[in-house]
């Protein structure tokens, strides 16, 4: 069965990572799944799963829910009251990408922050959060509760966090009194590009949440972990969210197949994205930041040629890839792309850039 974008037949899908789909292993895994109603705690699945991820990022418990952006808000709300303030980088998914989650369910007050790549100060943290005095009527402002970070950065290319400034940053939030939530969808690649393990970058932070229908591949899911008590209360807005999921233990064995199988080979994912970027930038009416891509997203310029008619060119040609404005564009490599893909993505550039007058 072809894969499509906007109805149209697609041979190399570089949209996005989440277009992978499941490998016959993974199908095999899911079809075996023990089952149980996890509202009632039954899914043994989940719970494996729940504990595997739990493990792997060094937190008491996990919760599994039906997608990252799920697994964010709750994590939102379960650590702030209607009015808070939560502190984000002013591009994140949490806050900017998620349909206007944390006002809609959090009725929370976000301040973005600037940075360089997605990455922001223990400073600027502390610039955020106001130093209360006497002579100034404290009711009046909302109150600095929650500090959120997302490790590897999508707005920023997939940047990562160097980890002294991202538990600097965190250390700096807690001292404030603050939460701290990390946005790990990506976490997985992160690690992949430093050999640091998930569990140091999620060493300060009280929530992460994880995607495993990202780079991992699996059809959908994502795990919040997290101190057992926090969890515990994410469990209660899961189920007011809509996200208590009955035999969810289907989805969660091939998120777990995808937890223990495919980890170890995003470093292809990265080697393939750099190609692209390379391939790319020597195209006349492209420009990449080469240095830019540190892992399996490539996020470029497209002066020659409005990005838009770039991407109908190229899916005449049977290739996906995301205009993300009228001079920009996203391309992902994944799991269900090769070399080859990428050789054949590449000419496909060419052609559509040569075939129009500059
Ligand atoms: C994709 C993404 C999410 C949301 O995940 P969904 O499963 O698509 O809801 C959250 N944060 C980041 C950084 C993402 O890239």
Known sequence: MPQTAAGRPVRIDLRSDTVSLPTREMRAAMAAAE???????????????????????????????????MSNQIAIRCQTEPGDLVLAE???????????????????????????????????????????????????YPVARLLAAENTHNGAGGAVWPLDVLQDVADTARGLGLGTH???????????????????????????????????????GSCLAGPAPLIRRARRFRQLFGGGFRQAGIVAAGALHALEHHRERLPEDHRRARRLAGGLDELPGIAVDLDGVETNIVRFRTPGMNAFRLAEGLLDRGVAVLPASPDAMRVIPHLGISDEHVEEALGAFAEVLSAVPA
């Not at 990022?57 to 990252?68: E, H, I």
């Open 35 to 69: 089952v149980g109603d996890d509202v009632y705690g039954d899914d043994p699945s989940v719970r494996r799963l729940e504990e595997r991820t739990a493990e792997v990022l060094g937190k008491d418990a996990a919760v599994f829910t039906p997608t990252g952006t």
């Open 90 to 140: 002013r591009r994140a998914h949490a806050y900017l990408v998620e349909s206007g989650g944390p006002a809609a369910l959090s009725g929370a007050t976000v301040v973005g922050l600037e940075s360089e790549r997605g990455v922001f100060s223990a400073g600027q943290v502390r610039a955020a959060v106001r130093t209360p005095h006497p002579m100034v009527p404290d009711a009046c």
């Open 182 to 220: 990390l946005d790990g969808a990506r976490l997985w690649h992160a690690t992949a590009a430093t050999g640091i393990p998930e569990s140091r970058y999620a060493e300060g932070f009280d929530t992460v949440s994880v995607c495993f229908s990202k780079g991992l591949g699996a059809p959908m």
